[in-house]
């Protein structure tokens, strides 16, 4: 229809190319904006996978954590003190590997015991810990 249009009026040329154009860049605008949306979707869903594994790894760090308390509580009270922390620096080799990781040394320790009881009993339960 517009090429016979076309060649007996000239000038709807310009029309035809204009209407054409304007389907052209709303079909690409339209394409444009799914893409956009299943990423921005995507993205999302990764955000909440990224949390819920931020959340696991956390979880997993307060078994480990508590794990590790228990096996520096040689007395098996439910407290830590100065002794018990020093010693399982010797001889815990996980313990020994989180303060090397931390750059922490026995002095260090000493310093972090004291910020660590916050209650300033002389001793760090496993909510401190």
């Known amino acids: 229809i517009a090429v016979p249009m076309i060649e007996l009026y000239p000038a709807t040329a310009i029309i035809f190319c204009g209407s054409l154009l304007t389907l052209v ?16 979707e995507s993205r999302q869903k990764d955000l909440l996978q990224l949390a819920e594994e931020l959340e696991h790894e956390n979880e997993q760090d307060k078994k480990h954590l508590e794990e ?55 001793a760090i339960n496993k909510e401190e810990f």
Request: aromatic share 8%; hydrophobic share 50%.
């Open 25 to 40: 860049f709303g079909v690409l605008n339209m394409v444009v904006a799914v893409v956009v949306d299943s990423f921005a």
């Open 68 to 122: 590790m308390f228990n096996r520096l509580d040689s007395k098996a009270n439910g407290d830590l003190t100065l002794e018990q922390l020093v010693d399982g620096a010797k001889t815990d080799p996980d313990f020994q590997s989180r303060l090397r990781v931390m750059d922490i040394d026995e002095a260090d320790l000493e310093q972090l015991f004291h910020m660590i009881d916050a209650d300033m009993s002389g």
